[in-house]
């Protein structure tokens, strides 16, 4: 399938940080990509490199063909076919949603009928068609992260590029974004989407891309990711009475290795890891923390989740 968007090779350095270290990544047409990393991983220059605020030092950008680190006329005419949410709020509180919309939509070079017709669709597709002569200042969290992508969208963008657009809001306003952003996907938008929110992003995207000290570690489905990751290991969660202390967990991760359990996460009293081979790993996890002085409460086996993936490839939990 025509890919839109690309990039090989991207690096860039920060005095002595190299936050890229030859990234690459592509996203075609319609597709949903998700792009997860620790903190401090890369994503974020990557998309600030995609989006044309940070210079690469080196590497390919191309967007619908051109070549975007060229810097001449073709590359940015490409770059109008580009939207960008940042994941700071970026409206006028003073104005009212429709003023918003007026605003941004001129900025992004529509006026006259084209730009009213698409005001009146965005406060529909947003939810706030009675809500468009109202200041935003008085707005919701929620009701401001829709407005903030439908200001980024007015001018139709092939490629829509979305930092934590879901950041500070409660699910039932997430699930609304990611039913818009669904919309868009269906009717040919190719979208790249930053979140901390693992559950989601394996619940929306197509692909998920991982980045980790300023490279790509892994890419692909949920599914081929896991199988090529965990292969047919199960995530394995129980609560312990007492809690473990850091240090009983990183010990108890040197002697169950050999059991084939990985990955141990303590949360207070739970316990969380991944076991290849339940049948053999599960009795020898319940008899190390039952002689180490602790009662067992409930127990879980389900089938590895994108959660499980990123913890075991980068061993640390993704958290806003």
Same mark, same amino acid.
């Given at each position: 399938?025509?890919?839109?968007?690309?990039?090989?090779?991207? !690096?860039?350095?920060? &005095? /002595?940080?190299?936050? =890229?270290?030859? %990234?690459?990544? $592509?996203?075609? #047409?319609?597709?949903? @990509?998700?792009?997860?990393?620790?903190?401090?991983?890369?994503?974020?220059?990557?998309?600030?490199?995609?989006?044309?605020?940070? !210079?690469?030092?080196? &590497? /390919?950008?191309?967007? =619908?063909?051109? %070549?975007?680190? $060229?810097?001449? #006329?073709?590359?940015? @005419?490409?770059?109008?076919?580009?939207?960008?949410?940042?994941?700071?709020?970026?409206?006028?509180?003073?104005?009212?949603?429709?003023?918003?919309?007026?605003?941004?939509?001129?900025?992004?070079?529509?006026?006259?009928? $084209?730009?009213?017709?698409?005001?009146?669709?965005?406060?529909?597709?947003?939810?706030?068609?009675?809500?468009?002569?109202?200041?935003?200042?008085?707005?919701?969290?929620?009701?401001?992260?829709?407005?903030?992508?439908?200001?980024?969208?007015?001018?139709?963008?092939?490629?829509?590029?979305?930092?934590?657009?879901?950041?500070?809001?409660?699910?039932?306003?997430?699930?609304?974004?990611?039913?818009?952003?669904?919309?868009?996907?269906?009717?040919?938008?190719?979208?790249?989407?930053?979140?901390?929110?693992?559950?989601?992003?394996?619940?929306?995207?197509?692909?998920?891309?991982?980045?980790?000290?300023?490279?790509?570690?892994?890419?692909?489905?949920?599914?081929?990711?896991?199988?090529?990751?965990?292969?047919?290991?199960?995530?394995?969660?129980?609560?312990?009475?007492?809690?473990?202390?850091?240090?009983?967990?990183?010990?108890?991760?040197?002697?169950?290795?050999?059991?084939?359990?990985?990955?141990?996460?303590?949360?207070?009293?739970?316990?969380?890891?991944?076991?290849?081979?339940?049948?053999?790993?599960?009795?020898?996890?319940?008899?190390?923390?039952?002689?180490?002085?602790?009662?067992?409460?409930?127990?879980?086996?389900?089938?590895?989740?994108?959660?499980?993936?990123?913890?075991?490839?980068?061993?640390?939990?993704?958290?806003?």
């Amino acid at each position: 399938m025509h890919e839109v968007l690309t990039v090989r090779g991207a !690096r860039k350095r920060y &005095g /002595e940080v190299e936050a =890229l270290r030859g %990234a690459d990544l $592509a996203l075609r #047409r319609g597709h949903w @990509v998700g792009l997860l990393g620790p903190n401090g991983a890369g994503k974020t220059t990557l998309v600030r490199a995609i989006a044309g605020r940070v !210079r690469l030092d080196a &590497g /390919e950008l191309t967007l =619908l063909g051109s %070549a975007l680190r $060229a810097n001449n #006329r073709a590359a940015r @005419v490409a770059r109008r076919r580009m939207g960008v949410v940042p994941q700071d709020l970026a409206l006028y509180e003073r104005l009212t949603a429709r003023e918003n919309l007026a605003v941004f939509g001129r900025f992004h070079g529509v006026t006259g009928k $084209a730009l009213r017709e698409r005001m009146s669709w965005a406060l529909a597709w947003i939810g706030l068609a009675e809500r468009g002569d109202h200041r935003v200042g008085g707005f919701s969290g929620g009701m401001k992260r829709r407005l903030n992508i439908a200001c980024s969208v007015l001018h139709r963008p092939d490629v829509l590029l979305l930092d934590e657009p879901t950041v500070g809001v409660d699910p039932q306003s997430r699930q609304r974004i990611w039913d818009m952003l669904e919309e868009l996907r269906r009717a040919g938008t190719s979208l790249l989407l930053t979140t901390h929110h693992l559950d989601e992003a394996q619940q929306v995207c197509e692909d998920i891309v991982i980045i980790d000290h300023g490279r790509v570690i892994a890419s692909g489905t949920v599914e081929t990711l896991i199988a090529q990751t965990l292969g047919t290991g199960r995530s394995v969660s129980l609560a312990l009475d007492p809690a473990p202390s850091p240090e009983a967990v990183s010990a108890a991760e040197e002697t169950l290795a050999a059991a084939g359990i990985d990955d141990l996460v303590r949360h207070g009293h739970l316990l969380r890891c991944t076991a290849g081979d339940v049948a053999n790993a599960l009795p020898a996890l319940l008899r190390y923390w039952t002689e180490a002085g602790h009662s067992i409460g409930d127990l879980e086996v389900s089938p590895p989740s994108l959660h499980t993936v990123f913890l075991h490839l980068t061993g640390q939990e993704l958290r806003e």
